[in-house]
């Protein structure tokens, strides 16, 4: 007789708070465990290609640190963070054209993510109105849905956001009487689109924000992993307001979970007190790890090797998608990790998706990125795991799969 499970009490699904009926598994996440076998060619996570450090080097650094400073790097520590890694960060931040900081502006985080959590705590009030891209990264969405804001897509074209659009679209809530509390934007090869804002056009969203007392949250993951040439500078090194956020997990390592923010005072100390009560600490080994690394390791040489894998990976998926889906419409960015594909009319992706899987292909539909529904056409492809080869074969299998959509359709 097999063991039943046991009945929950009712009383459990009453105790948990209104806001939880927001959260729900993403399409990203549901991914992993059928993106995670071999026989599939993953273009769906962004996961970081961490085989190209160099570990031997890596762990005889770790033994190191535990030998020298492991009391202090197995102890807790600040709330704000490492003050030495701070230090560090701020010769990061200056190659994002960021040189007006100082380490005590900086709270470092369990990876940036945890940094928009707290900063989300911090500045929604259920109801809140908040303005991202079009599409936008989509875990950022569930945290702002988890604080039962109301989301509001301002979209892109190839140039990045849209300044027409964004002040038209300040105008119509301040008509309905409502302020957002910020605008929250990837500038640099956004996720999903791949696309980076305009030079000309930074200067005219910060001149909109501050017309309309509009807080701005810069996400940066992916900003020193250009293919060609850098993109232009950080929106925050411009405007000391915006609030910018930082992570070592697509440069160095995600596993380790270490971000940081770069905040205005008054946002920065509460920050502190918000990740105290959240970690206590952020992780002190984990930390010094990266402080070990920048220090000792040559990772300039290396964020340079990691822009060439990627760029041959970017080549190669899109050398496939002019090969084999000509009748799709693709971004072609110039650094990250992603391309934002349209299907042909009449295809929706999230059905799509299924038989993409049974043939051996999986992706994250364009509908994952969007708060209300859009994006059914769309597509991410990632190109930063799979090899050349994999790439060229996976989109060869998605090719197959659009294929017999559109032959079944026209029946």
């Not at 809530?173 to 956004?190: G, Q, W």
């Not at 940081?260 to 105290?276: D, Q």
């Not at 984990?286 to 290396?302: F, G, K, M, P, T």
Request: with cysteine.
């Amino acid at each position: 007789m097999s063991e039943q499970e046991p009945v929950e009490g009712a009383y459990l699904a009453h105790a948990l708070a209104e806001r939880t009926s927001s959260l729900s598994a993403s399409e990203v996440r549901a991914l992993f465990a059928v993106a995670s076998r071999p026989e599939v060619v993953s273009l769906a996570g962004g996961m970081p290609f961490i085989s190209a450090l160099p570990m031997d080097s890596i762990a005889n650094g770790v033994r190191d640190l535990i030998a020298t400073q492991g009391t202090t790097a197995l102890q807790y520590s600040s709330g704000q963070g490492s003050p030495s890694l701070r230090e560090r960060i701020l010769e990061v931040m200056a190659l994002e054209g960021i040189r007006d900081a100082t380490a005590e502006d900086l709270v470092v985080t369990t990876g940036s993510q945890h940094a928009l959590e707290l900063l989300s705590k911090l500045l929604i009030d259920p109801g809140d109105a908040v303005i991202v891209e079009g599409p936008s990264y989509v875990t950022a969405l569930v945290v702002f849905k988890s604080f039962q804001a109301q989301i509001h897509h301002c979209a892109m074209d190839e140039h990045g956001l849209d300044p027409a659009r964004l002040r038209s679209l300040l105008e119509s809530l301040r008509a309905s009487n409502k302020r957002p509390k910020f605008l929250y934007t990837i500038p640099n090869f956004n996720n999903p689109a791949g696309v980076t804002l305009a030079l000309e056009r930074r200067s005219e969203i910060l001149k909109i924000a501050t017309e309309h007392e509009l807080l701005v949250i810069e996400d940066n993951p992916y900003g020193l992993l250009y293919f060609s040439s850098p993109p232009p500078n950080a929106l925050r090194s411009v405007d000391p307001n915006v609030i910018y956020l930082g992570t070592f997990s697509k440069t160095f390592a995600p596993g380790l979970r270490v971000g940081w923010a770069l905040a205005p005072k008054s946002v920065r100390e509460k920050l502190i007190l918000a990740n105290e009560a959240a970690v206590l600490s952020p992780s002190a080994f984990n930390q010094a790890i990266v402080d070990w690394y920048l220090r000792h390791e040559d990772w300039h040489a290396q964020v340079d090797k990691y822009r060439t894998l990627y760029r041959e990976r970017k080549q190669a998926l899109i050398s496939a998608l002019a090969t084999s889906l000509p009748n799709c419409n693709w971004t072609d960015p110039d650094g990250g990790f992603y391309v934002w594909l349209t299907l042909p009319e009449g295809l929706n992706s999230r059905e799509l998706l299924p038989d993409a899987v049974k043939a051996g292909v999986a992706y994250t539909p364009g509908t994952a990125f969007f708060a209300d529904g859009q994006g059914e056409r769309e597509i991410r492809l990632s190109f930063c795991l799979p090899n050349p080869t994999e790439i060229a074969e996976g989109v060869r299998r998605l090719a197959n799969v659009v294929t017999e959509k559109l032959r079944a359709n026209a029946c």
